[in-house]
């Protein structure tokens, strides 16, 4: 009679050698850890859909203020990639706005949450939009998640962001990455 252990022993260290570099072959890359060696004026970003797009650009910002309907003045920063050498992203901007605040937007993170009810400057929000050359020439635009700005002066803007957009037909785009922002004039 034949010992049935033979092969199980046999996968069972099969199994608990390789399957650890199973799991581990695709890992999406630390970004925190490049954050220290990206250059002014680009963004390192991971696009997913269904697939994933490792994705360097330039990116640049603005600040301004301005003055809603209610009187109250708003701080906004623009936001924007260059979609000169993106590959699969066609176009990524932001509007992130907050009333009150006449000195600009203070380091920290911001939460997309709610929808805008479009692209005005006086809103207390982010505004975000993506165009993917991966879902034709529907536009996305965000409805989840966050914004976080680690630095600020008056030429540069150094921040990450986790942020999922959403289409018309409910297809998700989910950008990740990190970006250290020139300031649109001084380009």
């Given at each position: 009679?034949?010992?049935?252990?033979?092969?199980?022993?046999?996968?069972?260290?099969?199994?608990l050698t390789f399957a650890p570099l199973l799991f581990t072959s695709y890992i999406s890359p630390d970004l925190s850890d490049?954050?220290?060696h990206l250059p002014v004026g680009t963004c390192h970003l991971v696009l997913s859909k269904g697939l994933s797009a490792d994705i360097m650009g330039s990116m640049e910002f603005d600040t301004s203020l301005s003055k809603g309907p209610n009187g109250r003045t708003y701080s906004v920063i623009t936001l924007q990639m260059d979609n000169a050498q993106t590959g699969n992203l066609k176009s990524l901007g932001f509007l992130i706005s907050r009333p009150n605040q006449a000195k600009g937007i203070a380091l920290g993170s911001y939460n997309i949450g709610r929808r805008s009810e479009g692209?005005?400057?006086y809103f207390d929000g982010i505004f975000g939009f993506a165009n993917s050359k991966l879902s034709g020439e529907l536009p996305f635009f965000a409805s989840e998640g966050?914004?976080?700005?680690?630095?600020?002066?008056?030429g540069n803007l150094t921040g990450n962001m986790?942020?999922?957009?959403?289409?018309?037909?409910?297809?998700?785009?989910i950008i990740k990455g990190i970006f250290k922002a020139s300031r649109a004039e001084l380009r």
């Open positions: 009679m034949e010992k049935p252990f033979i092969p199980v022993r046999s996968l069972l260290l099969w199994v490049q954050g220290n692209f005005l400057p966050t914004i976080t700005i680690t630095h600020a002066d008056s986790d942020v999922v957009f959403m289409n018309s037909d409910s297809k998700r785009l």
